[in-house]
Protein backbone atom coordinates (compact mmCIF):
# COMPACT_ATOMS: atom_id res chain seq x y z
CA UNK A 1 0.00 0.00 0.00
CA UNK A 2 2.49 2.46 0.90
CA UNK A 3 5.22 0.68 -0.42
CA UNK A 4 6.87 3.82 -2.68
CA UNK A 5 6.56 6.02 0.63
CA UNK A 6 9.43 6.98 2.23
CA UNK A 7 10.73 10.22 4.70
CA UNK A 8 11.25 12.31 1.31
CA UNK A 9 8.13 12.01 0.22
CA UNK A 10 6.97 13.62 3.57
CA UNK A 11 9.42 16.49 3.48
CA UNK A 12 8.96 17.50 0.01
CA UNK A 13 5.10 18.22 0.54
CA UNK A 14 6.05 19.60 4.38
CA UNK A 15 9.07 21.84 2.84
CA UNK A 16 11.24 20.63 5.74
CA UNK A 17 13.51 18.53 7.29
CA UNK A 18 12.81 15.54 9.62
CA UNK A 19 16.07 14.84 10.96
CA UNK A 20 16.47 18.89 11.95
CA UNK A 21 13.76 17.87 14.85
CA UNK A 22 16.36 16.86 18.04
CA UNK A 23 12.80 16.13 20.50
CA UNK A 24 13.19 18.72 22.93
CA UNK A 25 9.74 18.87 22.88
CA UNK A 26 8.69 22.25 22.52
CA UNK A 27 6.41 21.67 19.64
CA UNK A 28 4.15 19.19 22.35
CA UNK A 29 4.38 21.28 24.94
CA UNK A 30 2.88 24.43 23.44
CA UNK A 31 0.50 22.20 21.24
CA UNK A 32 -3.48 23.37 22.19
CA UNK A 33 -4.73 20.13 21.36
CA UNK A 34 -2.04 17.69 22.74
CA UNK A 35 -4.49 16.04 25.30
CA UNK A 36 -6.85 14.66 22.32
CA UNK A 37 -4.22 13.45 20.53
CA UNK A 38 -3.15 9.87 20.46
CA UNK A 39 0.86 10.40 19.90
CA UNK A 40 2.46 13.80 20.69
CA UNK A 41 3.71 15.91 17.86
CA UNK A 42 7.42 15.45 18.60
CA UNK A 43 6.69 11.42 19.04
CA UNK A 44 5.08 11.67 15.25
CA UNK A 45 8.98 13.26 14.45
CA UNK A 46 10.50 10.54 15.91
CA UNK A 47 8.12 7.81 14.28
CA UNK A 48 9.05 9.62 10.69
CA UNK A 49 12.80 9.77 11.74
CA UNK A 50 12.98 5.82 12.70
CA UNK A 51 11.30 5.13 9.35
CA UNK A 52 8.05 4.17 10.73
CA UNK A 53 5.77 6.18 8.40
CA UNK A 54 2.54 4.38 7.91
CA UNK A 55 2.34 4.23 11.62
CA UNK A 56 2.21 8.15 12.10
CA UNK A 57 -0.13 8.21 8.66
CA UNK A 58 -2.32 5.81 10.74
CA UNK A 59 -2.18 8.22 13.70
CA UNK A 60 -5.53 9.94 15.07
CA UNK A 61 -2.91 12.84 16.21
CA UNK A 62 -2.84 14.26 12.99
CA UNK A 63 -6.37 14.73 12.54
CA UNK A 64 -6.84 16.68 15.86
CA UNK A 65 -4.34 19.17 14.68
CA UNK A 66 -6.12 22.80 14.12
CA UNK A 67 -3.20 24.38 12.42
CA UNK A 68 -2.28 27.03 14.76
CA UNK A 69 1.30 26.91 13.85
CA UNK A 70 2.61 27.21 17.43
CA UNK A 71 4.69 23.94 17.58
CA UNK A 72 6.29 25.47 13.87
CA UNK A 73 6.85 28.82 15.74
CA UNK A 74 7.93 27.55 18.62
CA UNK A 75 10.55 24.52 17.12
CA UNK A 76 14.44 26.13 18.02
CA UNK A 77 15.51 23.69 15.02
CA UNK A 78 12.60 25.71 12.59
CA UNK A 79 10.88 22.67 11.58
CA UNK A 80 7.71 23.10 10.11
CA UNK A 81 6.04 20.57 12.18
CA UNK A 82 2.27 21.82 11.23
CA UNK A 83 3.25 21.46 7.74
CA UNK A 84 4.35 18.04 8.48
CA UNK A 85 1.35 16.90 10.15
CA UNK A 86 -0.43 18.59 7.03
CA UNK A 87 1.67 16.19 4.90
CA UNK A 88 0.62 13.19 6.91
CA UNK A 89 -3.11 13.76 6.04
CA UNK A 90 -2.59 14.25 2.70
CA UNK A 91 -0.64 11.18 1.94
CA UNK A 92 -2.93 8.77 4.56
CA UNK A 93 -6.06 10.05 2.66
CA UNK A 94 -3.86 9.01 -0.97
CA UNK A 95 -2.58 5.85 0.31
CA UNK A 96 -6.20 5.17 1.97
CA UNK A 97 -4.62 4.57 5.54
CA UNK A 98 -6.56 6.95 7.39
CA UNK A 99 -8.58 5.48 10.08
CA UNK A 100 -12.72 4.98 9.35
CA UNK A 101 -13.23 7.25 12.30
CA UNK A 102 -12.01 10.16 10.33
CA UNK A 103 -13.96 10.01 7.43
CA UNK A 104 -16.43 12.36 7.98
CA UNK A 105 -13.69 14.77 8.63
CA UNK A 106 -11.86 13.83 5.38
CA UNK A 107 -15.06 14.57 3.27
CA UNK A 108 -15.82 17.81 4.70
CA UNK A 109 -12.46 18.91 3.47
CA UNK A 110 -12.81 17.48 0.53
CA UNK A 111 -16.37 19.08 0.03
CA UNK A 112 -15.22 22.02 0.97
CA UNK A 113 -11.56 22.34 -1.33
CA UNK A 114 -14.50 21.62 -4.30
CA UNK A 115 -17.10 24.25 -2.79
CA UNK A 116 -14.42 26.75 -3.08
CA UNK A 117 -12.69 25.46 -6.41
CA UNK A 118 -15.77 26.20 -8.48
CA UNK A 119 -17.18 29.47 -6.59
CA UNK A 120 -14.01 31.03 -5.73
CA UNK A 121 -15.47 31.71 -2.14
CA UNK A 122 -17.80 29.68 0.10
CA UNK A 123 -21.05 29.01 -1.14
CA UNK A 124 -22.27 27.61 2.51
CA UNK A 125 -26.15 26.01 1.40
CA UNK A 126 -23.84 24.23 -1.48
CA UNK A 127 -21.29 23.20 0.93
CA UNK A 128 -24.31 22.09 3.53
CA UNK A 129 -26.21 19.69 0.83
CA UNK A 130 -23.09 17.83 -0.57
CA UNK A 131 -21.60 17.17 2.81
CA UNK A 132 -24.81 15.72 4.46
CA UNK A 133 -25.59 13.67 1.01
CA UNK A 134 -22.15 12.02 0.57
CA UNK A 135 -22.13 11.74 4.62
CA UNK A 136 -25.51 9.70 4.80
CA UNK A 137 -25.40 7.87 1.80
CA UNK A 138 -21.21 6.76 3.44
CA UNK A 139 -22.64 5.80 6.32
CA UNK A 140 -27.01 6.13 6.01
CA UNK A 141 -26.65 7.81 10.04
CA UNK A 142 -29.63 9.39 9.80
CA UNK A 143 -29.21 11.73 13.34
CA UNK A 144 -25.48 13.16 11.81
CA UNK A 145 -28.15 13.80 8.56
CA UNK A 146 -29.74 16.39 11.33
CA UNK A 147 -27.13 17.35 13.09
CA UNK A 148 -27.03 21.20 13.24
CA UNK A 149 -29.88 21.98 11.84
CA UNK A 150 -31.27 23.92 14.01
CA UNK A 151 -28.08 26.24 13.53
CA UNK A 152 -29.67 27.43 10.14
CA UNK A 153 -32.25 29.72 11.31
CA UNK A 154 -29.92 31.24 13.42
CA UNK A 155 -27.20 31.62 10.76
CA UNK A 156 -29.93 33.44 8.38
CA UNK A 157 -30.86 35.63 11.10
CA UNK A 158 -27.27 36.84 11.71
CA UNK A 159 -26.53 36.92 8.45
CA UNK A 160 -23.59 34.03 8.20
CA UNK A 161 -25.77 32.00 5.61
CA UNK A 162 -26.10 32.92 2.38
CA UNK A 163 -29.15 31.39 -0.06
CA UNK A 164 -27.95 32.27 -3.37
CA UNK A 165 -24.98 31.28 -3.76
CA UNK A 166 -22.31 33.58 -5.26
CA UNK A 167 -19.15 33.30 -7.65
CA UNK A 168 -15.84 35.46 -7.66
CA UNK A 169 -15.73 37.30 -10.94
CA UNK A 170 -12.61 35.95 -11.65
CA UNK A 171 -12.28 32.37 -11.44
CA UNK A 172 -9.71 31.74 -13.91
CA UNK A 173 -7.22 33.08 -11.00
CA UNK A 174 -8.96 30.60 -8.90
CA UNK A 175 -8.28 28.23 -11.11
CA UNK A 176 -4.45 28.84 -11.33
CA UNK A 177 -4.06 28.81 -7.65
CA UNK A 178 -5.42 25.17 -7.42
CA UNK A 179 -3.31 24.11 -10.07
CA UNK A 180 -0.27 26.05 -8.99
CA UNK A 181 -0.93 23.94 -5.98
CA UNK A 182 -1.47 20.80 -7.25
CA UNK A 183 2.43 21.08 -9.20
CA UNK A 184 3.88 22.06 -6.01
CA UNK A 185 2.66 19.51 -4.51
CA UNK A 186 3.71 17.47 -7.78
CA UNK A 187 0.85 14.54 -7.35
CA UNK A 188 -2.64 14.83 -8.38
CA UNK A 189 -5.75 14.64 -5.71
CA UNK A 190 -8.58 14.00 -8.26
CA UNK A 191 -9.02 17.44 -9.08
CA UNK A 192 -7.62 17.68 -12.77
CA UNK A 193 -8.54 19.80 -15.08
CA UNK A 194 -9.24 22.89 -12.63
CA UNK A 195 -8.33 25.48 -14.87
CA UNK A 196 -11.09 23.85 -17.25
CA UNK A 197 -13.72 23.44 -14.68
CA UNK A 198 -13.72 26.86 -13.54
CA UNK A 199 -13.94 28.87 -16.91
CA UNK A 200 -16.86 26.05 -17.88
Known amino acids: MTHNLDLNSVEELAHTRVHDCYQCGKCSAGCPVVERMDIL ?12 LEKAMAAGAIWECVSCMTCTTRCPKSVDCAGILDALRQL ?13 TILFQQTFLDN ?9 LDLVRKFKTQGFLDDLSVPQLFKDALLG ?47 A
Not at 93 to 100: G, N, Q, R, T
Request: with cysteine; charged share 30%; aromatic share 2%.
Open 116 to 124: IRRNGRLAE
Open 153 to 199: PQMLRRGKLHLRSRRVKDRKLVGRIFARCMADNGRGNGHGGIQGELE
Open 41 to 52: PNQLLRLLQLGR
Open 92 to 104: SIEHDVASPAQRR
